[in-house]
């Protein structure tokens, strides 16, 4: 390779290996990613972002905890680098059925707080994680009104009104569980059924809250609910209120476009 990019540079020096083809990946955008082969024949997913090395400790605090995950090669403040999951089918009805039973494990990894112990982002929008006793106080705190000087100023006005009422809106102590934090299907790779999570955004909240995502560009089907049966009544009713942070968070990063989810959300919930 004649010309090669800082970050497979990197990689190089990390693995001691030659890189002989790199294929970039552009499911993320926020950071570079790239499959490799090196010299020796062994391919690898490397990536950068905000902090390979938090990813890499997520990664591995859920591998811990039996959850299929990439496993982590090599992780630095610079470059996290992954075994190759081979996808070999998108969500088939059994990799929804796997994965409703792979997030049902997830959730029933709990802790007496929510919150995680240490801060993350998505990109440049910062993920607060303080321990808090109260889930009412970490969503609207951590979660929607520290975006709000991001936001036009009606649009503000009205997640301001928001919180102030979201009592009102999401349980006070729902149980904490362990949430992947950024699920949608693109962070999900099937390998013979098998359902792998990829780019985790850890910290310990309302089930709900990943549910909410996993909703958010599309729908499961009634082969995951039939494998998730920690659901409680209403949730669908709060799908908005959880839908409502990443909306926020791609309205920061990509512009106006998003702007009109947020809209939508709010008027779902009448505010």
């Known amino acids: 390779m004649n010309k090669i990019s800082p970050l497979l540079r990197l990689a190089e020096q990390r693995l001691n290996q030659i890189i002989e083809k790199a294929q970039p990946l552009t499911q993320g955008d926020l950071s570079d990613a790239y ?14 972002g905000h902090s390979p090395k938090i990813e890499a400790d997520m990664l591995r605090f859920l591998a811990k905890h039996h959850i299929d995950v990439p496993k982590v090669i090599f992780a630095d403040s610079h470059i996290l680098i992954l075994e190759v999951i081979q996808e070999t089918n998108c969500l088939s009805q059994e990799a929804w059925q796997n994965l409703g039973e792979t997030i049902t494990k997830l959730h029933q990894i709990q802790h007496q707080n929510y919150g995680w112990h240490e801060d993350y982002a998505f990109d440049r929008v910062p993920l607060h994680n303080q321990f808090c006793d109260n889930w009412v106080e970490f969503w609207g705190n951590y979660r929607l009104a520290c975006y709000l000087e991001n936001l036009p100023i009606k649009t503000g006005k009205q997640i301001e009104i928001l919180v102030k009422n979201l009592h009102n809106y999401i349980p006070t102590n729902p149980t904490p569980s362990l949430l992947h934090g950024d699920l949608w299907t693109g962070n999900i790779l099937t ?3 098998r359902s792998y999570l990829i780019d985790p955004a850890c910290y310990f909240g309302h089930n709900e809250v990943d549910i909410a995502m996993l909703n958010i560009f599309g729908s499961p089907p009634s082969s995951f609910y039939k494998h998730y049966p920690l659901l409680n009544q209403g949730w669908e009713d709060r799908l908005p209120i959880y839908q409502l942070f990443p909306a926020l968070v791609h309205y920061i990063l990509f512009g106006d476009y998003y702007l009109n989810m947020i809209h939508t959300l709010l008027n779902r919930l009448k505010v």
């Open 191 to 193: 390998n013979i059924n």
């Open 35 to 48: 499959l490799i082969t090196t010299n020796i024949q062994q391919s690898y997913v490397i990536k950068n």
